[in-house]
């Protein structure tokens, strides 16, 4: 029982973050930009420390260690094909090249997204609630970058502010429902592989998707800036590991 309230509640908090996207409409774009790219440079330490040094650990005493990279790879697999059938990544920052026919795809590839991420981080937290705290915070730590990026596309593609943070939040449901849906089948099957595949994710989002964002700057100052938010997002999730 305590198991479900961890994931119930952390589920629903994944999805309140969705409305963090409206405090860009307290920032004028100029601020927002300088905060935007630090921020991803953080959840993109956070999740390769999550998987590094929390998930993939984990999995290695409770599976066949071949077993459990196996998995991982199948996790990093999958988070590439979904990104390659979608023909979209997410976009941290509105643009000229998000159009408004992504805007669609964003909302879709997110409800993708979160619905996974919400098989995953439950069950990490039917593992060791522990662990899946750890997990659900580099996790968010992911999220916060993501949903102020994309409501900032969503505007930018020809959404109101309003709609925008609503199907924002409504495609973030999806991640309670996966998480729920493990709980549920988690009593007629061993979701111990889930922890692994998280780590694929969490690796494949991290160095894939996010570190490419924060790698585009071409003067020195902007570079040690994000080179160190991505560091103290590693260190971050390595101190948790006594947590």
């Known amino acids: 029982m305590t198991e479900f309230v961890w994931i119930l509640g952390c589920g629903l908090l994944m999805s309140v973050i969705a409305m963090v996207g409206s405090v860009t409409l307290l920032l004028r774009p100029g601020a927002f930009q300088r905060i935007l790219l630090p921020l991803v440079a953080v959840a993109a330490g956070s999740l390769v420390g999550g998987a590094l040094f929390h998930m993939i650990p984990a999995a290695l005493r409770v599976l066949v260690p071949i077993d459990a990279l196996l998995w991982v790879a199948l996790g990093f697999v999958l988070f590439f094909g979904l990104e390659q059938f979608l023909h979209m990544h997410h976009c941290h920052r509105a643009s000229a090249d998000c159009r408004q026919p992504l805007t669609y795809l964003i909302l879709i590839g997110d409800g993708l997204h979160n619905f996974l991420g919400g098989l995953s981080i439950a069950g990490v937290f039917l593992m060791d609630i522990r662990l899946g705290i750890a997990a659900w ?17 969503l505007v930018h593609g020809g959404w109101d502010k309003k709609s925008a943070l609503l199907f924002n939040f409504l495609s973030a449901l999806t991640f309670p429902a996966g998480a729920l849906l493990t709980y549920a089948v988690s009593f007629h099957l061993d979701v111990r592989f889930l ?19 924060v ?12 080179f160190g938010a991505f560091v103290t997002g590693m260190a971050l999730l390595y101190a948790l590991r006594s947590v």
């Open 137 to 153: 915070l580099a996790a968010a730590a992911h999220e916060v970058p993501q949903e102020l990026g994309d409501f900032g596309v």
């Open 195 to 213: 922890v692994p595949l998280a780590a694929g994710n969490f690796l494949y989002i991290g160095a894939s998707d996010l570190v490419p964002e």
């Open 215 to 226: 790698n585009k700057a071409h003067s020195l100052p902007a570079n040690l800036l994000h």
